[in-house]
């Protein structure tokens, strides 16, 4: 059982639940997910299983969609509702205000990470910190926000605005608590997020995501086999060649391949990337060509 599985992680479950969820529900110990959500959050989150969680590290650098609706006027310290209330204010905030803080940032720019996260300092998770009543000091990541657009509102009877839902795609790395926050802060009146749907994570998106329920309801029918995306269909932007039955040995050795032992005929760049192989037609490897030494290297290998 070797594939990747989209999963639409509901509310009230962490990442590290849905995977032991699927490790009971498919009999298959080796499994890893591809990105942390909160508990709180809900959305995509595509499971490698068996071979494919050699992909996982590849999968954690793509760029993911949200919506986020953010909280106009409360602060807590997990930038959330699930946090202690640090500060509360009456939103003086304007449609146009909001529009302007998406702008502001949207593009590269250094996020603090929060408290309440998993980052590790010195061997201890910050959430552990924190728990325990202890602040210390975060460097700021650069993280990209590619799309920060405003897609509903809602007001009061004055028209200021009290909630407003964000549609964010953004890199890695990316806390969108954070984003909230530090959007609630250049508005003046402080904000935390209210919920968060992750839609995308790469090539996967919520249209096809599954439920837990819906997975076991697939094994029992036998239908698993339909609900698991092969590890070619995540590298499919990778060109496909074979090596001549000659020199498979080399290929399950996990040598590096001379151009010579392909069928196919190729001419590529420094750091190109393929799908590897063997003569009968069996993945066995995600390469990359390296020019110095007119060789393809391996990357990941899918062997046993």
Same mark, same amino acid.
């Given at each position: 059982?070797?594939?990747?599985?989209?999963?639409?992680?509901?509310?009230?479950?962490?990442?590290?639940?849905?995977?032991?969820?699927?490790?009971?529900?498919?009999?298959?110990?080796?499994? =890893?997910? #591809?990105?942390?959500?909160?508990?709180?959050?809900?959305? /995509? *989150?595509?499971? +490698? &299983?068996?071979?494919? $969680? @050699?992909?996982?590290?590849?999968?954690?650098?793509?760029?993911?969609?949200?919506?986020?609706?953010?909280?106009? =006027?409360? #602060?807590?310290?997990?930038?959330?509702?699930?946090?202690? /209330? *640090?500060?509360? +204010? &009456?939103?003086?905030? $304007? @449609?146009?205000?909001?529009?302007?803080?998406?702008?502001?940032?949207?593009?590269?720019?250094?996020?603090?990470?929060?408290?309440?996260?998993?980052?590790?300092?010195?061997?201890?998770?910050?959430?552990?910190?924190?728990?325990?009543?202890?602040?210390?000091?975060?460097?700021?990541?650069?993280?990209?926000?590619?799309?920060?657009?405003?897609?509903?509102?809602?007001?009061?009877?004055?028209?200021?605005?009290?909630?407003?839902?964000?549609?964010?795609?953004?890199?890695?790395?990316?806390?969108?608590?954070?984003?909230?926050?530090?959007?609630?802060?250049?508005?003046?009146?402080?904000?935390?997020?209210?919920?968060?749907?992750?839609?995308?994570?790469?090539?996967?998106?919520?249209?096809?995501?599954?439920?837990?329920?819906?997975?076991?309801?697939?094994?029992?029918?036998?239908?698993?086999?339909?609900?698991?995306?092969?590890?070619?269909?995540?590298?499919?932007?990778?060109?496909?060649?074979?090596?001549?039955?000659?020199?498979?040995?080399?290929?399950?050795?996990?040598?590096?391949?001379?151009?010579?032992?392909?069928?196919?005929?190729?001419?590529?760049?420094?750091?190109?990337?393929?799908?590897?192989?063997?003569?009968?037609?069996?993945?066995?490897?995600?390469?990359?060509?390296?020019?110095?030494?007119?060789?393809?290297?391996?990357?990941?290998?899918?062997?046993?």
């Amino acid at each position: 059982m070797d594939g990747i599985i989209n999963i639409y992680k509901e509310a009230g479950y962490t990442s590290f639940d849905v995977v032991a969820k699927l490790r009971g529900i498919l009999k298959e110990r080796k499994i =890893g997910h #591809t990105g942390t959500l909160d508990p709180q959050a809900t959305g /995509v *989150l595509p499971v +490698c &299983i068996g071979k494919a $969680t @050699k992909l996982c590290e590849l999968m954690l650098d793509k760029e993911k969609t949200y919506e986020a609706v953010m909280l106009l =006027g409360v #602060t807590t310290d997990t930038e959330d509702l699930t946090g202690k /209330v *640090l500060a509360e +204010c &009456i939103s003086r905030v $304007t @449609k146009e205000d909001v529009c302007l803080a998406a702008e502001k940032f949207t593009g590269k720019y250094g996020q603090v990470p929060p408290m309440y996260s998993a980052l590790k300092v010195d061997g201890k998770r910050l959430y552990e910190l924190a728990r325990e009543g202890k602040e210390i000091e975060r460097k700021p990541r650069e993280v990209e926000i590619f799309e920060n657009t405003p897609i509903a509102f809602e007001t009061d009877e004055e028209g200021f605005v009290k909630t407003v839902t964000l549609r964010v795609r953004c890199s890695k790395g990316t806390y969108i608590r954070s984003l909230l926050r530090d959007m609630g802060d250049f508005l003046g009146c402080g904000a935390c997020m209210k919920s968060l749907i992750r839609t995308r994570a790469g090539a996967f998106s919520i249209e096809t995501a599954l439920t837990l329920e819906e997975v076991e309801r697939g094994r029992d029918a036998g239908r698993l086999t339909e609900l698991i995306q092969p590890i070619d269909s995540f590298l499919v932007k990778y060109p496909a060649v074979h090596v001549v039955s000659e020199f498979e040995k080399y290929l399950y050795n996990g040598n590096q391949l001379e151009l010579k032992m392909l069928s196919e005929p190729v001419n590529p760049k420094e750091g190109d990337g393929f799908r590897v192989y063997d003569n009968n037609g069996k993945l066995i490897g995600l390469y990359l060509y390296r020019s110095e030494r007119r060789q393809l290297q391996p990357e990941k290998m899918f062997l046993p």
